[in-house]
Structures are given as structure tokens and as C-alpha cells.
């Protein structure tokens, strides 16, 4: 590979001291060389700024930004404008990437003459030796804007440092800071709006880590900004994607009532079987007890 362009890899951290050692090891570790990592740290309250600052002092291709909290679309958007790379790559500050990926990216953006390069993923929880189920394979998926648009969800989501992204994807676009969550779906949806050439390398190079006390297990956070999320998309459409959207919301709503009336049977069933045995119990003793006496 001759020309080595020069990749951003922008880690947006907020309160990471758990894990962005193990992140910023993780970058350490890319076989492809010529890269900068961006460091937006929004607003830590705890120590991972000098977790971090041991990194800047081992590799000077680390880049440190400090901000008052504004999110994560703040934080990555102040990674964008900070960023010098020809292509970007998203990286929480709790994930990880295969060693390969920058390379195996770069490799199939050049080689193929593509504006992105999506790779499959893994997911894990301590460390990437420990790996979990993923909840969808993207080997199944097709690429669009109607697919983004209308099976995000209901089939699929795209972990955004799956991505690799040619920097003149974002010469108009940045991440919506009214969205505390699903801010990463309308970002797919605006780039996929644009004449994209996209290239899927069916290899788990990206690595998504399971944290239960992460931002989306917060169920009332996530369903608040879906729906702020969903009037975003919906003023972008034009009428016919408008219809197809609103369908979309509808057969959603009515899954998730389904499966709520499912899971309230099963409770249900569980209670009553519950209550059931106390009788018993209750009746077996009053016998015991009349006959002892």
C-alpha cells in the first residue's frame, strides 16, 4: 500500500476510567500506523483524565480535548472539527477495534474506490477475549437509505465505529446535540442520503462492549429521544418517505405492544401459579393442624 492516508480515530469520554485504558491500549495496537486519535473528554468527573494524559505522554500521536459536558454529539462533533485525517473512525471510549481494522479499511477504501467501508462485529463484556451473542448479523443486511431508514431497530442497528468513513462525508453533516440517544441512527441516515459508495467486509473487526449500566439500558432515556428522534427524520423526508416512515413507526408501536402483552400473560401466569401454591400450602397446613389437634 502506498499512499497511507492519514486516519482520525475520534473517542468521545465521559466518566470511562473503567474502561478507556483498555480502549487506548486497543488503538495502540493497530497494525496500520498513520493515524491520529482525538481525545474529547466531555466533562469527566472522575479519573479519566489521568488515565488519558498517561497515554499522551507514551504516544504522541494522541490529540487531548477537554470540554464542559455537552453529550456525545458534542463530543463527536468536536472530534470532527479537530480532525486532520483523510478518513474517520468512531470509537467510544468503552469499545474496541480489532488490530486489522484500520488497515483492512483502508486497504478496501483505496483498492476499491469507496466512501465507506463497513465491517461485521463482535460484541463482549470484560475484555475482547470474553465475547457475547450479537443481537443481529450484518451479513444479512443491505446497505441503503430505505434500509437505514426503515429497518434500524426492527432488523439491524450499525455500531458507528463498524464504520470508516472518507472525511468529506462530513463537510455538511455533524451530529445532532438535541439527541441525547439514537443520535448515531440520523447520522447514518444523513450520509446515506448522499450519492455514498459503500463497501461491507463481512470480517468482526469492530468490537461492541456489553455494559449494563450504560446509557441504553436507561429504557425512559432511549424511548424519550426515539421520539424526538423520529420527528428529526420525519421533516427530512420527502411525502413518499413520509408514508413509508410513518408505517414504520406504526408497526413498531404495534410489535412492542404485542410483546408487552405477551410478557404481562407470562407474569400473570407466574403470579397466579404463585398464589396458587400459597393456597395449597395454606389448605395442607390447616389439615395438619386439625388433625394434630
Not at 173 to 200: G, Q
Not at 229 to 234: D, E, G, Q, V
Request: hydrophobic share 40%; aromatic share 14%.
Amino acid at each position: 500500500m502506498n499512499h497511507q492516508p492519514l486516519v482520525s480515530i475520534i473517542i468521545p469520554c465521559y466518566n470511562q476510567q473503567d474502561f478507556i485504558d483498555y480502549t487506548l491500549e486497543n488503538v495502540c495496537n493497530q497494525t496500520y500506523k498513520n493515524w491520529e486519535c482525538i481525545i474529547v473528554n466531555d466533562g469527566s468527573t472522575d479519573d479519566s483524565e489521568e488515565i488519558i494524559k498517561k497515554w499522551l505522554a507514551y504516544d504522541n500521536r494522541m490529540v487531548y480535548h477537554k470540554k464542559k459536558n455537552g453529550g456525545l454529539s458534542s463530543a463527536r462533533n468536536a472530534g470532527l472539527d479537530l480532525a486532520k485525517g483523510e478518513y474517520i473512525q468512531f470509537l467510544d471510549g468503552d469499545d474496541a477495534l480489532d488490530p486489522d481494522k484500520l488497515k483492512e479499511s483502508v486497504n478496501a477504501a483505496l483498492q476499491k474506490q469507496m466512501d465507506l467501508v463497513i465491517t461485521n462485529f463482535h460484541m463482549f463484556k470484560k475484555d475482547i477475549s470474553n465475547l457475547r451473542p450479537v443481537y443481529c448479523n450484518l451479513e444479512e443486511q443491505t446497505f441503503d437509505f430505505e434500509n437505514i431508514l426503515l429497518e434500524w431497530d426492527s432488523k439491524f442497528t450499525i455500531p458507528i465505529h463498524c464504520g470508516f468513513f472518507h472525511k468529506s462525508l462530513f463537510k455538511n453533516i455533524r451530529f445532532n446535540e438535541a439527541l441525547k440517544a439514537k443520535e448515531d441512527w440520523l447520522m447514518w441516515i444523513s450520509v446515506f442520503k448522499l450519492p455514498v459508495r459503500v463497501y461491507f467486509i463481512n470480517l468482526k473487526y469492530a468490537y461492541y462492549r456489553v455494559n449494563l449500566s450504560g446509557m441504553t439500558r436507561d429504557y425512559v432515556l432511549m424511548n424519550q429521544n426515539l421520539i424526538k428522534a423520529y420527528n428529526f427524520i420525519y421533516q427530512e423526508l420527502n411525502e413518499e418517505y413520509q408514508l413509508k416512515f410513518f408505517n414504520k413507526i406504526i408497526q413498531d408501536y404495534n410489535k412492542q405492544i404485542l410483546e408487552l402483552n405477551e410478557r404481562i400473560k407470562k407474569e400473570k401466569r407466574f403470579f397466579l401459579l404463585k398464589a396458587v401454591d400459597r393456597i395449597v400450602y395454606l389448605i395442607r397446613r390447616k389439615i395438619m393442624l386439625s388433625k394434630l389437634q
